[in-house]
């Protein structure tokens, strides 16, 4: 090879980069079977161990992969104030879809090893498999697991994005690992206002993150949402490691949306504002969903008049939703109301109490 893997990296101006083995996730086998077999997998995930761990499954020789990751930001611009009522997204979805970024530089970084290579077999990932990007990272030295189930690299925190090349090529397996750890830090466990994070792991059945995109939400659910359209970031901002990351890398780039704009656009208006977001591949039904309950969850009852004006409107998937930040808004009101059918309003009023109850 005239050209080294290093060279060619910085040539593609890609920030960080590993080489694993062909036969690396074997070493997540135990992990997910513990994960597995306590409950601790979203449905998101294949319950198949092999096929997320062996990547003969995906290429037919795999000998490495090439790992990188792509540094983003963890702080978007400043509310501007237009509209006091705003969702918030994950510091991911900022800019363009993630996916095409990352895809974009392993095209590159292919075009390059093809001047290089006259002939080899590849397999392209970015976080669109069952395979663990995250495990690809750990195994490829690029970083060690952190508490909160994110890959750390000493020097750029975690706030990055992870792509992968699987190959049938011989490349130099990156031998030393990064063997920094959180110690006794626990202000991501602390800080986690779901309890998804202890000192057992990471529950991802309770992480924000997860629930902001799972069908169906129960009404605890829909309280610990909060003002979150989609993901949270607050495991991230906590961390020390990411304490540059937070100070220096902002751009002009906003994380949130407002509301009552976000449940009155058309379809074709949310493909045009927000297709390009990497949050856009849960569709606009889900992220609407979670708008009404962020608009619940300012309980201020200027919004009352709005929620029951869209509540005639709107399709039976969103009426409990609609419902519940109507209650939230003005519960006197809500309790008179004769426009909200007696099964709605009976299920609100009970699982409001019942969570009360809990709470108590």
Not at 221 to 250: H, S, T, W
Request: hydrophobic share 35%; charged share 30%.
């Amino acid at each position: 090879m005239k050209t080294s893997l290093g060279e060619i990296i910085k040539k593609c101006n890609i920030d960080l980069y590993g080489v694993a083995s062909g036969g690396c996730l074997e070493n997540s086998r135990e992990i997910l079977s513990h994960r597995i077999n306590n409950g601790q997998i979203t449905e998101f995930e294949s319950l198949e161990i092999d096929e997320r761990i062996n990547l003969k499954n995906y290429l037919d020789n795999p000998k490495s992969v090439i790992v990188i990751g792509l540094t983003y930001p963890l702080l978007g611009l400043e509310k501007d104030n237009k509209d006091k009522y705003q969702g918030w997204y994950t510091a991911s979805s900022m800019g363009i879809d993630y996916h095409i970024l990352v895809r974009e530089k392993l095209y590159l970084l292919l075009e390059e090893l093809k001047k290089e290579y006259d002939s080899f077999s590849y397999y392209l990932g970015v976080d669109t498999s069952p395979l663990l990007d995250r495990g690809f990272a750990k195994e490829s030295g690029i970083g060690f697991y952190g508490k909160n189930s994110f890959v750390i690299n000493p020097e750029l925190g975690s706030a990055f994005f992870i792509g992968y090349l699987i190959t049938d090529l011989d490349f130099e397996i990156t031998k030393e690992k990064i063997t920094d750890n959180c110690g006794v830090c626990s202000k991501c466990i602390d800080s986690c206002p779901t309890g998804a994070i202890s000192s057992k792991g990471m529950d991802p059945g309770k992480c924000i993150s997860y629930i902001t995109q799972k069908k169906d939400l129960s009404f605890e659910e829909m309280d610990l949402i909060g003002k979150k359209l989609y993901g949270c970031d607050v495991c991230q901002m906590v961390c020390p490691y990411n304490r540059e990351n937070i100070k220096n890398l902002r751009y002009a780039e906003k994380n949130y949306i407002e509301l009552l704009e976000l449940i009155s656009i058309s379809n074709k208006e949310y493909k045009n504002l927000y297709g390009n977001k990497s949050f856009s591949w849960r569709g606009r039904k889900i992220i609407k969903r979670n708008a009404y309950v962020a608009l619940g969850n300012y309980k201020d009852e200027d919004l009352y008049d709005k929620l029951k004006n869209f509540y005639g409107k709107e399709s039976d998937y969103y009426l409990i939703y609609i419902a519940r930040a109507m209650y939230l808004s003005d519960k006197e009101r809500f309790i008179t109301d004769v426009s909200v059918e007696k099964s709605i309003k009976d299920k609100v009023l009970d699982e409001i109490e019942k969570n009360v109850k809990l709470i108590l």
